[in-house]
């Protein structure tokens, strides 16, 4: 069974740091792309980022680009988000998400970790 | 503002048929990209309800269905539950955006 396992969530203040972790199993993690979806309170999806499955690309929505880091460690099954300089619109559930192959879509989801950035 | 556009709400009663539509651009559904479904239900994550246009998870029912043509995608439910309600999301690839996902705003079914 596929679990994904999003964790690292709280409450920040405007201008720090925080990192998100993703524990992936019951598939083969390093054969898949896999990528970041936040949802803001009350608000829609919104793709964050992405990395490959070796990890050679990574992708990023405008809104975060130059802010927001996407890495992965296969051999732990790990994927990551290190988000820096956090804003008040950062503020969102984070959703861990495998991509569904050959389609660009997403066949799995975490079950979220909730960002505040608030002072 | 979603790059894909969804009705905001759409309703109907119970065993009713509704259609939610997604409406995109030459960059993404018209350039012949895929578009998948998702069913978000109330305090959940969400779930992938249709994928490549028309194909369905093991486990979901023959009353969703998907349909895409030209630049836009419906989702189609028939015979409406109670439990159907909740938001539901297309989203699809766009080329103008290299490695991106992109989604609709999101459309709220209400069943009445």
């Known amino acids: 069974e596929v679990q994904l396992l999003d964790s690292g969530g709280g409450l920040v203040h405007p201008g720090g740091s925080l990192r998100l972790s993703c524990a992936a199993s019951g598939f083969t993690f390093s054969s898949y792309d896999m990528n970041w979806v936040r949802q803001a309170p009350g608000k829609g999806l919104e793709w964050v980022s992405g990395i490959s499955m070796r990890g050679e690309s990574a992708y990023y929505a405008d809104s975060v680009k130059g802010r927001f880091t996407i890495s992965r460690d296969n051999s732990k099954n790990m994927m990551y988000l290190q988000m820096d300089s956090l804003r008040a619109e950062d503020t969102a559930i984070y959703y861990c998400?495998?991509?569904?192959?050959?389609?660009?879509?997403?066949?799995?989801w975490g079950q979220g970790a909730l960002v505040t950035v608030s002072a | 503002q979603s790059v894909l556009t969804q009705p905001p709400s759409v309703s109907g009663a119970p065993g009713q048929r509704v259609t939610i539509s997604c409406t995109g651009s030459n960059s993404n559904i018209g350039a012949g990209y895929d578009v998948h479904w998702y069913q978000q239900l109330p305090g959940t994550g969400p779930k992938l309800l249709i994928f490549g246009n028309f194909n369905r998870p093991s486990g979901v029912p023959d009353r969703f269905s998907g349909s895409k043509s030209g630049t836009s995608a419906s989702l189609a439910i028939t015979g409406l539950q109670a439990e159907d309600e909740a938001f539901y999301y297309c989203q699809s690839y766009d080329s103008s955006l290299p490695g991106s996902k992109v989604f609709g705003g999101g459309t709220k079914l209400t069943v009445l």
């Open positions: 998400a495998k991509d569904l192959e050959g389609s660009w879509g997403i066949d799995y």
